[in-house]
């Protein structure tokens, strides 16, 4: 047997050539792929896209998108002379670190996407373009790129979130701590007036 794509991903060799467009199977694994022939085929066509799907490792400092959740992609497709331009939200849940006092933090992204894809070996490259080949475009670079932009940089278990004492580590946000106050640099004349 040769070792073409089928049999290395365990797809049984039934000697027929498997059609990516009918196998829901395929499908399933690569949900993120879009057959665009026919919206190439008349400039200025329009197609909505809803796609759902799991992109492994997508983390940032201190956030991550859980293994195994999915990602869900909204997505308006239009075909233009150059390529295909993407418009649309693509949305993921993910879990954190309070910035503040290490508390756990969930919250969903929802990015919104406007870019292009145009075809690879163009005569006119366009750099800012994700690249397509054939009549398949792959959405989930674009995805990807979507949600590790929208991850919170640092995220905050609540808007008042009071931290750590940085003398003890008491969590303010559950009780006091007996540690003295740093105080304001900028007061200690004021102090000492106040306190002769
Ligand atoms: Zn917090
Ligand atoms: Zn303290």
Redesign the pocket.
């Known amino acids: 047997m040769k070792p073409d794509a089928e049999s290395r991903e365990g797809v049984a060799d039934t000697g027929t050539v498997p059609d990516s467009r009918s196998d829901p199977t395929r499908r399933e694994r690569r949900p993120f792929t879009v057959q665009v022939a026919s919206l190439r085929k008349v400039a200025g066509s329009i197609r909505h896209e809803a796609r759902q799907g799991v992109i492994g490792g997508l983390a940032a400092v201190g956030v991550v998108v859980p293994e195994a959740s999915v990602v869900d992609a909204e997505l308006e497709l239009a075909s233009y002379p150059g390529g295909i331009m993407i418009t649309g939200t693509v949305r993921a849940p993910w879990r954190g670190e309070?910035r503040?006092?290490?508390?756990p933090?969930a919250g969903v992204v929802a990015a919104a996407v406007r870019e292009r894809f145009a075809p690879a070996g163009g005569s006119d490259v366009d750099e800012d373009a994700y690249l397509f080949e054939g009549d398949e475009l792959d959405l989930e670079p674009l995805a990807r790129d979507a949600v590790l932009l929208g991850l919170p940089l640092a995220p905050?278990?609540?808007e008042g979130?009071r931290?750590l004492c940085p003398q003890c580590g008491t969590n303010w946000?559950v009780t006091e701590c007996a540690c003295t106050p740093a105080g304001d640099p900028r007061w200690s004349a004021l102090d000492a007036l106040r306190d002769p």
């Not at 503040?100 to 508390?103: S, V, Y």
């Open positions: 309070c503040r006092c290490g508390g933090v905050l278990c609540a979130c931290g946000n």
